[in-house]
């Protein structure tokens, strides 16, 4: 089991984290290095890592990460990623709370 399995384990899907080194690689392992840089602050990355978490769960690593990085009409066709940046993260929980619950509009 490696510290990525052990901290999955851990912690479920809508909690926050407390082993930052964690949450910092398993976002550039889904995100990459170029868009994970983005996330700057331990919020920003607490709410991406959850989100991707629970997307990737549900469906698979790289449909999260095409949701978090494509344009999403409840953001205002802006990124998940980039709204999370500018300080949206219950904007970015809601969609994707309406993504996994099959809400469209």
Same mark, same amino acid.
């Given at each position: /089991?490696?510290?990525r399995d052990?901290? +999955?384990?851990?912690?479920?899907? !809508?909690q926050q984290t407390d082993d930052r080194a @964690? @949450? #910092? +690689?398993q976002l550039e392992d =889904?995100? !990459?290095s170029d868009l994970a840089r983005h996330l700057t602050t331990a919020r920003q990355q607490d709410v991406a890592w959850q @989100? &991707?978490?629970q997307l990737a769960e549900r469906e698979c690593p790289? @449909?999260?990460? +095409? =949701? /978090?990085? !494509? &344009?999403n009409p409840h953001l205002?066709? #802006?990124s998940p990623l980039l709204a999370i940046v500018d300080g949206r993260a219950s904007d970015v929980e809601a969609a994707a709370r309406a993504y996994l619950d099959g809400v469209w509009a």
């Open positions: /089991m490696t510290a052990t901290h +999955a384990d851990a912690h479920p899907a !809508g @964690v @949450v #910092e +690689a =889904w995100l !990459g @989100v &991707m978490r790289g @449909v999260a990460r +095409a =949701w /978090m990085t !494509g &344009m205002g066709d #802006e």
